[in-house]
C-alpha cells in the first residue's frame, strides 16, 4: 500500500476538484471553535466549577474533557470508534447517495473529515451564530458547551458505492457484499443496507446526536438518511470497563476480542484485500428487537440456561467466575452438559467455530413503545471483522439453533468498507478518487 503521507501533495482527485477547494466546503475557518472554549473557560473562572470535569458513572470515570484525534499519524492507522474503549452513547445513522456524481461523492467525504477532525476537538464546524444575526449558522451549536466527550465518529462505504454511479467498481473491497438472507431475518423495509454509514459514539448523547446531525445537514442534496438508531448504554466493554448489561439483563461481551494479536488476525484488513483498505476494516451493523415482555416473564434458572452464563455475575454454567473459560463438555448431574450445546455462548463461542472471532461493539436502544403498548427495545448490534463472512458464519448457526431466538428478532442489516483514518490534508477513501 501506498503511504497516504507520501501522496499528499498528489492532486486530491482524478475528477479535478482541488484540495483546497475540497477542505475549505468542510469547515469554516482554522479558527473554529475558539469562542465556545473561550466561553468554557469563563464559566469555569465565574462560576469556579469546570462543566468539562471528570464524571463518575458507576466504578468508572467519564472525562467530558477527552478528545480523541481523527487524523493518522502513521500509515494503517484505523479510524476511531473501532479499537477505541466504547463510549456510552451512540448514533447510528446510513445514507443513501442521492447524486450519482464521483466528485459530489468525493466532496463529501472531504467535508465530512474535515468536521469530524473538528468535532472529536470539541470544536464546531462552523459559526453558530452569524456575524449579522440575521442568517442560518453553519453549526447548530447544541454541544457548545459540553466538550469532546470522547466523541469519536467512524465512516463507512456501502456495496452501493462500488456500482455503475461512480466508476469506482475496480476499487471494490474483495469481501464487501451484501449481508445474504440469515436464519431468523425478520427485516423491516427502511432498516436495511445503506451507501454510507456514520457510527458517532461519545459519553455525553448530545455530543453524539450533534455531530451526527450536523454532518447529515452537510449532506443535503447529496445524500439523504435511511435509517437511523440512537443507542445507550454501551453493550460491550473495552480495556479498564467493566462489562456492561443488555437489556435483558445479562452481562454481553464477556469474551469479546481485547488483544493486540486478535486485532490484527481479526479485525484489521492486511495486504489481501484492495491496497487502500489495508489497516481498515468491515463494520455488520443489525438492528435487533428484544420480546422484552415475553423475556421478563420467563424464569431465571431458564434464563440462564439460555444465555449459557448465570445472570448477577455472569460466569459460565459450567462453573467459575466471569471470566472462566467455559467448560463446553462439563457434565451435567443426571445427564447432558451444564452449558446447553444450544445456549448463546456454546453456538457464539470461538471454539465452536473454527477458532473466528469478531470484535463486538454493540448498544442498547428503545423506540418508546409499539402499537400494542408494549416496549420496543433491543440492541443495535455492531461489529468490526475483516472479513464479514466471519459474522455471516456465526450467524448462520445462532439463527438456526440458538435457544435466544425465542425473544429477538433480527430486524435491521447492513454492511459497510471502513478505510482507514486518513493523514492530515486528506479525507476519509481519499484512494479511491486517484
Known amino acids: 500500500m501506498t503511504d497516504q503521507h507520501d501522496q499528499q501533495d498528489q492532486p486530491a482527485a482524478r475528477a479535478g476538484v482541488s484540495r483546497r477547494g475540497l477542505f475549505g466546503a468542510g469547515v469554516a475557518a482554522a479558527g473554529v471553535g475558539v469562542g465556545a472554549v473561550a466561553g ?70 472531504a467535508r465530512w473529515s474535515a468536521s469530524i477532525a473538528q ?12 456575524a449579522h444575526g440575521d442568517g442560518v449558522g453553519a453549526d447548530t451549536g447544541e454541544a457548545l458547551d459540553l466538550g469532546p466527550a470522547s466523541l469519536t465518529v467512524t465512516v463507512g ?17 474483495a469481501r464487501l457484499a451484501a449481508i445474504p438472507t440469515l436464519p431468523s431475518d425478520n427485516l423491516e423495509d427502511g432498516l436495511t443496507g445503506g451507501d454510507l454509514s456514520l457510527q458517532a459514539c461519545a459519553d455525553d ?23 437511523t438508531v440512537l443507542g445507550f448504554g454501551r453493550a ?8 456492561p448489561r443488555n437489556l435483558m439483563g445479562f452481562k454481553d461481551g464477556t469474551r469479546n476480542i481485547s488483544t493486540d494479536e486478535d486485532y490484527a488476525r481479526f479485525v484489521w484488513v492486511g495486504d489481501d484485500d484492495a491496497d487502500w483498505m489495508a489497516g481498515g476494516t468491515y463494520q455488520v451493523a443489525r438492528k435487533i428487537r428484544m420480546n422484552i415482555e ?13 444465555f449459557g452464563r448465570t445472570k448477577i455475575e455472569g460466569a459460565p454454567l459450567s462453573g467459575g467466575s466471569e471470566h472462566t473459560t467455559p467448560d463446553f463438555h462439563a457434565a451435567a448431574t443426571g445427564g447432558g452438559t451444564k452449558i446447553d450445546p444450544t445456549s ?14 469478531i470484535l463486538r461493539r454493540p448498544y442498547n436502544y428503545t423506540d418508546g413503545l409499539n402499537q400494542y403498548g408494549q416496549l420496543d427495545a433491543g440492541l443495535l448490534f455492531t461489529a468490526y471483522m475483516n472479513d464479514p463472512e466471519h459474522f455471516t458464519t456465526l450467524q448462520r448457526k445462532l439463527g438456526a439453533s440458538d435457544r435466544l431466538n425465542e425473544y429477538i428478532s433480527h430486524i435491521g442489516s447492513a454492511v459497510f468498507a471502513v478505510p482507514p483514518a486518513p493523514r492530515k490534508g486528506s479525507y476519509i477513501g481519499e484512494q479511491l478518487f486517484r
Request: aromatic share 6%; with cysteine; charged share 15%.
Open 294 to 306: 415475553i423475556w421478563d416473564a420467563d424464569v431465571v434458572s431458564d434464563q440462564q440456561r439460555v
Open 119 to 130: 468535532l472529536q476537538a470539541g470544536k464546531t464546524v462552523g459559526s453558530v451564530e452569524p
Open 344 to 357: 448463546h455462548i456454546a453456538l457464539a463461542a470461538h471454539e465452536a467455530n473454527g477458532g473466528v472471532k
Open 205 to 227: 448523547p448530545q455530543v453524539a446526536y450533534h455531530a451526527v446531525r450536523d454532518l447529515a445537514r452537510m449532506a443535503r442534496g447529496t445524500a439523504t438518511v435511511r435509517w
Open 236 to 243: 460491550s466493554a473495552g480495556p479498564d470497563q467493566s462489562t
Open 40 to 109: 468554557i473557560a469563563g464559566a469555569t473562572a465565574a462560576t469556579g466549577v469546570n462543566p468539562l470535569a471528570a464524571a463518575t458513572d458507576g466504578d468508572e470515570s467519564i472525562d467530558l474533557s477527552q478528545s480523541h484525534p481523527f487524523y493518522a499519524t502513521t500509515a494503517r492507522q484505523p479510524q476511531g470508534g473501532v479499537q477505541t474503549a466504547p463510549q456510552r452513547y451512540c448514533v447510528f445513522m446510513t445514507f443513501d447517495m442521492a447524486s450519482s456524481t464521483a466528485t459530489d461523492l468525493q466532496v463529501l467525504l
Open 157 to 173: 462505504l456501502g456495496p452501493g458505492v462500488f456500482d455503475d454511479r461512480f466508476g469506482l467498481a475496480a476499487k471494490k473491497p
